[in-house]
């Protein structure tokens, strides 16, 4: 009887919806390329940030797959691997929610203006990503490290801050997510 190597089925897929999501998605959704050239200047386009995500998805699937050969292992999914695929499931929902709905409830709460209008001023265009960002991280370093202290919190916002500076510092016109949906 032949044994599915699942981590070698996992890298595949994972390889496969990466390079669907570079070729077919990505393009569709954005509304220009990955670089633009507007009168010399070189600026960000839309499709930049999400082609480097979904290609290091596909090279961390690559590697999957590599080591999967490698080790040999084979395809076991018990009631503990599905609670946990469903908690990890439950926590982007909540980091996702938490990023689109912070920033609009917080101008709601300290600001006059509509947050539409305040969506690309400081403080306000970090607002969602980084509380988002920063439970999502606190989150899943403490479902690893079994334990829920304040400390990975303060740790998972410092590090959504940096993100949100690493993106927005070089490009001015840039929005972080989910400012250009909202």
Known sequence: MNRV??????????????????LVWV??????AIVEVVRGSMRIGDALAPTIGFSLLGIAGLILMIEARATGSTLRLDRFDLVFIAGVGGIFLCAMLLM?????????L??????????????WKY????????????????????????????????VALCLALVYDLPFGSLLLPPNGDV
């Open 5 to 22: 190597n699942g981590d070698a089925v996992l890298g595949a897929a994972i390889v496969v919806a990466s390079v669907l999501a570079v």
């Open 27 to 32: 393009p569709r959704d954005t509304g220009s």
């Open 100 to 108: 689109r709905w912070s920033g609009p409830l917080a101008a709601a």
């Open 110 to 123: 300290f600001s006059d203006e509509s947050y539409r209008n305040l969506r690309g001023t400081l403080p």
């Open 127 to 158: 607002v969602g990503f980084i509380i988002g960002g920063g439970f999502m991280i606190g989150t899943l370093i403490s479902l690893v490290d079994r334990r829920l202290t304040a400390r990975v919190y303060l740790l998972g916002f410092v």
